[in-house]
């Protein structure tokens, strides 16, 4: 495929990903994006961007471990992509691997710092803050329902 095929393809694959429904991640125009991403994926200089469309699309419909594995392969391919980091974050989040969410975070958040990405700082902090509020309920619940006795 020559290179202006794939970037045409490339553009064309977003345009139905930028017109798919979050709310209905099996719509028609996610479709017809994995697709085409499937078609380009073994163009070596496409797929981190490939990699960094097709992991939402997999996150909406519930296909966790295919979105990590995307988001696992961009940073492989990218180690100092802070979207990536943050996404698997937010990826790890949703499926319980706190641990794991707070390590990207903060490789996301060291990344977006060299690059005074401050948008991404916030979100970051958002979900950070997410987390404290989820642990200080768990640990009120865990005071109200079982109180040490001394």
């Given at each position: 495929?020559?290179?202006?095929?794939?970037?045409?393809?490339l553009?064309?694959?977003?345009?139905?990903?930028?017109?798919?429904?979050p709310?209905?991640?099996?719509?028609?125009?996610?479709?017809?994006?994995?697709?085409i991403?499937?078609?380009?994926?073994s163009?070596?200089?496409?797929k981190?961007?490939?990699?960094?469309?097709?992991?939402?699309?997999?996150?909406?419909?519930k296909?966790?471990?295919?979105?990590l594995?995307?988001?696992?392969?961009?940073?492989?391919?990218?180690?100092?992509?802070?979207?990536?980091?943050?996404?698997?974050?937010?990826?790890?989040?949703?499926?319980?691997?706190?641990?794991?969410?707070?390590?990207?975070?903060?490789s996301?958040?060291?990344?977006?710092?060299?690059?005074?990405?401050?948008?991404?700082?916030?979100a970051?902090?958002?979900?950070?803050?997410?987390?404290?509020?989820?642990?200080?309920?768990?640990?009120?619940?865990?005071?109200?329902?079982?109180?040490?006795?001394?």
């Amino acid at each position: 495929m020559n290179e202006k095929s794939k970037e045409e393809l490339l553009k064309t694959g977003i345009e139905f990903y930028n017109s798919g429904a979050p709310e209905n991640p099996y719509c028609e125009e996610f479709t017809k994006a994995l697709s085409i991403f499937k078609n380009l994926s073994s163009e070596n200089d496409l797929k981190e961007e490939i990699y960094n469309f097709r992991w939402h699309i997999y996150y909406l419909r519930k296909e966790f471990d295919k979105a990590l594995n995307d988001l696992d392969s961009a940073i492989n391919i990218n180690s100092e992509n802070r979207m990536a980091f943050y996404n698997r974050g937010f990826v790890c989040l949703r499926i319980g691997k706190t641990k794991e969410a707070l390590d990207d975070f903060h490789s996301a958040t060291s990344l977006a710092k060299k690059t005074d990405d401050e948008d991404l700082i916030d979100a970051i902090e958002h979900h950070l803050n997410d987390i404290k509020l989820k642990n200080e309920e768990i640990e009120e619940w865990f005071k109200k329902n079982y109180p040490i006795h001394s």
